[in-house]
């Protein structure tokens, strides 16, 4: 109980600090009416954007975590997929739903999760490193809360469509801790 409360107290002053940054970039950058040309970024990126992503994923426990080497992740990581939507209110601040799923013959869905989601779009490149961290659910073997933390980066090459990969750090509340990496296609509304 104690690592879970000291990880919602780190996430909690990070997820702050990175709004109170995002704020502060949003503020910094004032637009006149002769300042109203778009970008090709604000045109990737937008506020009021709805997504749908569909993803690989795989997953390695925390003693592969620790003792990482190629030969440990081959035996030991699980494969999956899922689908996962999004939602920003501003071209920085989001929020995010996904789930996915390892072992099909147990369950549809294994790990339900929500997240708020912080995006750093650079300039007008396409790309937009982000992190997140929320919670969720997981269903397999032993049913458990979990809070998350994690991060990546998503690259855009036309306005509705684009790729991603992240990575993520689960903190289970009864069993090990765990790693999931996603890699996936998102399409934007």
Same mark, same amino acid.
């Given at each position: 109980?104690?690592?879970?409360?000291?990880?919602?107290?780190?996430?909690?002053?990070?997820?702050?600090?990175?709004?109170?940054?995002?704020?502060?970039?949003?503020?910094?950058?004032?637009?006149?009416?002769?300042?109203?040309?778009?970008?090709?970024?604000?045109?990737?990126?937008?506020?009021?954007? !709805?997504?749908?992503?569909?993803?690989?994923? %795989?997953?390695?426990?925390?003693?592969?975590? #620790?003792?990482?080497?190629?030969?440990?992740?081959?035996?030991?990581?699980?494969? @999956? %997929?899922?689908?996962?939507?999004?939602?920003?209110?501003?071209?920085?601040? @989001?929020? +995010?739903?996904?789930?996915?799923?390892?072992?099909?013959?147990?369950?549809?869905?294994?790990?339900?999760?929500?997240?708020?989601?912080?995006?750093?779009?650079?300039?007008?490149?396409?790309?937009?490193?982000?992190?997140? +961290?929320?919670?969720?659910?997981?269903? #397999?073997?032993?049913?458990?809360?979990?809070?998350?933390? +994690?991060? +990546?980066?998503?690259?855009?090459?036309?306005?509705?469509?684009?790729? !991603?990969?992240?990575?993520?750090?689960?903190?289970?509340?009864?069993?090990?801790?765990?790693?999931?990496?996603?890699?996936?296609?998102?399409?934007?509304?």
């Amino acid at each position: 109980m104690k690592k879970w409360n000291q990880y919602m107290t780190v996430m909690a002053l990070g997820i702050l600090g990175a709004a109170y940054c995002a704020n502060a970039q949003d503020s910094s950058t004032t637009t006149t009416t002769t300042q109203q040309t778009t970008t090709t970024t604000d045109q990737l990126y937008r506020a009021q954007e !709805f997504s749908v992503d569909f993803f690989g994923s %795989g997953a390695i426990d925390q003693y592969t975590i #620790d003792h990482l080497t190629g030969d440990r992740i081959r035996h030991n990581g699980v494969l @999956g %997929g899922g689908a996962g939507i999004n939602y920003f209110f501003t071209r920085n601040i @989001g929020i +995010g739903g996904d789930a996915y799923v390892e072992h099909r013959e147990q369950h549809y869905i294994e790990s339900p999760s929500g997240n708020l989601i912080l995006r750093f779009p650079i300039m007008d490149s396409g790309v937009a490193p982000y992190v997140f +961290g929320g919670g969720g659910y997981q269903f #397999d073997e032993v049913g458990q809360d979990f809070a998350q933390g +994690g991060a +990546g980066i998503e690259f855009r090459i036309v306005k509705d469509f684009g790729f !991603f990969v992240d990575a993520r750090y689960v903190f289970a509340q009864k069993t090990q801790d765990y790693g999931v990496a996603r890699a996936g296609f998102r399409f934007n509304f």
